[in-house]
């Protein structure tokens, strides 16, 4: 498609926005970027784009603005329902969404992940693991690079791993990935979605342009969603038997054959064990050497706030899970920590809509004290009954909390189980936090 010559609008002013009007800049179109808000950053970013030859307006005006576009773009953080978008779309203004603008300009192959937990590690390990293998992978989307930001440095690479959240899946069209990867669904974004079966039908979107000769890599039990693929399919289990990839006395193997052991590798629990699996799985469709993608794995690091050693000090070791903004993700982090070291546990932020009563007999059952933070700390409390548990201002206290209740052997994990808006600006700024507040405590 060429935009060369059109007026089109950007809508937001965060990673994607940025990458979007840079993007549609280079290929000769007129760009305005509008943003409701108005920080520093992004008076920051605004300086820039004007000094590059665009337009950039912020503040409430903009949601009123009563200017005329060929086209609008929109950054995946923002509803639909948002003034700033009704607005143009009130007018009839077509409406694009930044994943969807990056791929009708885009030249290489893609390998698209979602799924509610695991997808930033599996997009590091599939884009490890390829490169390992030889093949020029560049890790976007909503990691490191936004995907129209990629596109600008296509020349560079032969493939895209791109992670793919489900926020930006409900805005594509024709957007196409040559291997799609379905890693896991549990609930997640009901403050956004009405139900879980709308944030599923927004996920499962994924597949929506494949076809005969593509590849989509899914869970051995993906057939309970009831959706036909006509892609062929790889799938993988670290539950059962049966699927292409499978796990047993801590080996993975592909077809009944031993690929990999796990403590040859830096990661630990099921949920990485599937992660890997979906990451070989893309090797496979790319007809990619095992061999030297077990080679790659073998010297990769996890990235931070993922259940994340950040020190052991006096017997008591200290986890930082902050990247856990699901049930689903606190549930493994639980799960992966060895039943012999009792737990404490800090959960809690942001109210989402979700309830946290599905996860209590598993939080009974191995945490020994929990202590929750944030805007649904009430909720966790009344949902908890019966629990050693109480409630912390802010997660420094909640490490000060956490160390007073601790003992040689015991095990202190942040796995907020929500995400961190209501304290922090993302999950990442939290666990920062909470390491800070470890160091400052024991040293």
């Known amino acids: 498609m060429s935009y060369e010559g059109k007026n089109i609008l950007v809508l937001g002013l965060g990673c994607s926005g940025l990458g979007a009007a840079r993007l549609l ?3 000769g179109a007129t760009v305005t970027v509008v943003d409701s808000g108005t920080s520093e950053l992004l008076h920051q970013r605004a300086q820039a784009l004007r000094a590059e030859g665009i337009n950039v307006f912020l503040g409430a005006a903009t949601e ?12 995946p953080g923002i ?15 077509p409406l ?75 805005t594509i069209e024709k957007f196409h990935p040559k291997i799609a990867v ?23 979107r994924i597949f929506k342009n494949q076809q005969a000769g593509d590849i989509a890599v899914v869970p051995k039990n ?7 693929l006509l892609a062929s399919c790889l799938t993988f289990s670290a539950y059962e038997l049966g699927a292409d990839f499978s796990f047993k006395n801590n080996q993975l193997f592909y077809h009944e054959k031993p690929l990999l052991n796990l403590q040859e590798t830096r990661l630990r629990g099921l949920h990485n064990v599937e992660n890997l699996m979906a990451a070989f799985a893309v090797g496979v469709a790319l007809k990619c050497d095992l061999k030297l993608m077990v080679e790659a794995v073998k010297n990769y690091t996890p990235p931070p706030h993922r259940c994340e050693l950040v020190a052991t000090h006096c017997g008591i070791t200290w986890i930082n899970d902050s990247k856990a903004t699901t049930l689903d993700a606190m549930e493994k982090a639980i799960s992966a920590i060895e039943k012999t070291s009792p737990i404490i546990l800090i959960a809690g932020g942001k109210n989402k809509g979700s309830s946290f009563e599905s996860i209590f007999p598993l939080v009974k059952a191995r945490v020994k004290k929990a202590i929750i933070i944030g805007e649904r700390s009430d909720l966790i409390l009344a ?42 600006t993302d999950y990442q700024e939290r666990g ?8 400052q405590l024991i040293l």
């Open 182 to 204: 379905w890693l896991n669904l549990s609930p997640n974004h009901l403050d956004r979605y009405t139900s879980m079966e709308e944030y599923a039908r927004a996920k499962l």
């Open 383 to 424: 949902e908890w009954p019966g629990m050693a548990a109480s409630k912390a201002p802010s997660l420094e206290e909640a490490v000060a909390l956490a160390a007073a209740s601790a003992v040689a052997g015991d095990t202190i994990l942040l796995s907020p189980g929500t995400s961190s808006y209501d304290m922090f």
């Open 222 to 228: 993906f057939d309970r969603y009831c959706v036909p």
């Open 432 to 439: 920062e936090c909470f390491k800070k507040a470890v160091h």
């Open 25 to 27: 800049k280079k290929v």
């Open 64 to 75: 009123q603005s009563d200017l005329f576009y060929d086209l609008a773009v929109l950054s």
């Open 96 to 170: 694009l969404g930044e994943v969807e603008l990056a791929y009708s300009l885009c030249s290489l192959p893609i390998v698209a992940i979602t799924g509610s937990n695991g997808k930033t590690t599996t997009t590091e390990l599939t884009t490890k693991m390829l490169q390992g293998a030889g093949v020029r992978a560049l890790a976007c989307g909503n990691i490191g690079l936004c995907f129209s930001e990629a596109v600008s440095k296509a020349h560079d690479y032969d493939i895209f791993v791109l992670e793919i959240s489900s926020f930006q899946l409900e």
């Open 79 to 93: 509803e639909k329902s948002a003034p700033l978008v009704r607005n143009i779309t009130d007018k009839g203004i």
